[in-house]
């Protein structure tokens, strides 16, 4: 019997170009298809920044113009994680292309992670897709552990960096920290050994500055070296602008609800459209995305 084969997809996000913005791998699949360990061996075998396997939800939405569908994020590694803004914009943009979506005019998506979290994204006018994600209550960090990152930031970077702030994600992020870099750090230009930050206490770690470029407020990196393949970089990281918007909205008095642009600047590099929502609780990220390849995934019936 001829193994089953469902449809796949590398996208880029956060970016008009397949060479740029953060690649996704979008796995589509029926429910029950395959057990999380299979989708974390696949992810393996894809090996992409975040790989996304999405199914059809058991309770549609009522408005024939929301599509709901179920996700679930794995890391090149194997291993779930339970939120990915760059492969939902990915995954939003590779929706929204299916004919009979189309065709019915769907101008939102609502995908339910595996945690209970409902991230919506929806069609704008401008040709962008906006997606939701929590805004996280920062969370102060200890002087001590201020002192312990310090050190192994200088032995990621090869130098002695300024820093000029630390949190972490508080509850909606808890293995996050930003850490904010003066601006007079080439943030772009480093030479980054994310490998020295592996027993940080956190999996992601967010590097930022206020932008030099007037074209964007903040620029941003993203190193996760236990969950990414060397150089252990994060392109373009949606989910660390959870935590980047209500820090710079803060820090800069910018009124709750205003759009401002940010940039990550990693070697492909990436754009957003940044609004936090305070009496929503939410960070609205527009950007744009590229269908790069599309072919059929086997599903072996012996699977071992």
């Not at 939701?132 to 130098?159: N, S």
């Not at 930050?197 to 620029?219: C, K, M, N, Q, R």
Request: proline share 7%.
């Amino acid at each position: 019997m001829a193994p089953e084969t469902v449809p796949y997809y590398l996208v880029t996000a956060f970016s008009t170009s397949p060479f740029g913005g953060n690649p996704a791998a979008l796995v589509f699949l029926e429910p029950s298809s395959a057990s999380v360990e299979e989708m974390g061996k696949i992810a393996q075998n894809l090996n992409q920044p975040m790989n996304a396997f999405v199914s059809p939800a058991s309770l549609p939405s009522d408005d024939d113009k929301v599509e709901v569908r179920n996700i679930q994020f794995f890391a090149p590694v194997g291993k779930e994680v339970p939120i990915c803004g760059h492969a939902t914009l990915a995954c939003a943009h590779t929706i929204f292309g299916i004919p009979e979506i189309a065709v019915r005019g769907v101008h939102t998506i609502l995908f339910k992670t595996s945690g209970g979290e409902v991230l919506s994204a929806t069609r704008m006018d401008d040709g962008y897709i906006q997606i939701k994600l929590p805004a996280a209550v920062l969370g102060a960090v200890a002087e001590e552990e201020k002192l312990k990152l310090k050190i192994l930031v200088d032995k990621a970077f090869g130098r002695d960096v300024k820093i000029k702030d630390i949190k972490n994600g508080g509850k909606a992020y808890p293995v996050y920290v930003l850490i904010e870099l003066d601006e007079s750090e080439n943030l772009a230009g480093s030479d980054v050994d994310a490998k020295e930050l592996i027993d940080s206490g956190y999996i992601v770690h967010i590097f930022t500055t206020l932008s030099p470029d007037p074209e964007a407020i903040w620029v941003t990196r993203m190193f996760a070296p236990i969950m990414i393949g060397s150089p252990h970089e994060d392109h373009v990281c949606g989910s660390a602008h959870g935590l980047l918007a209500p820090h710079y909205y803060e820090k800069l008095d910018i009124p709750s609800g205003k759009e401002v642009k940010a940039k990550m600047v990693s070697q492909r590099g990436g754009n957003l459209k940044v609004q936090l929502e305070d009496s929503e609780g939410l960070v609205k990220l527009g950007g744009q995305a590229c269908i790069l390849a599309a072919g059929q995934l086997y599903l072996p019936q012996q699977r071992t």
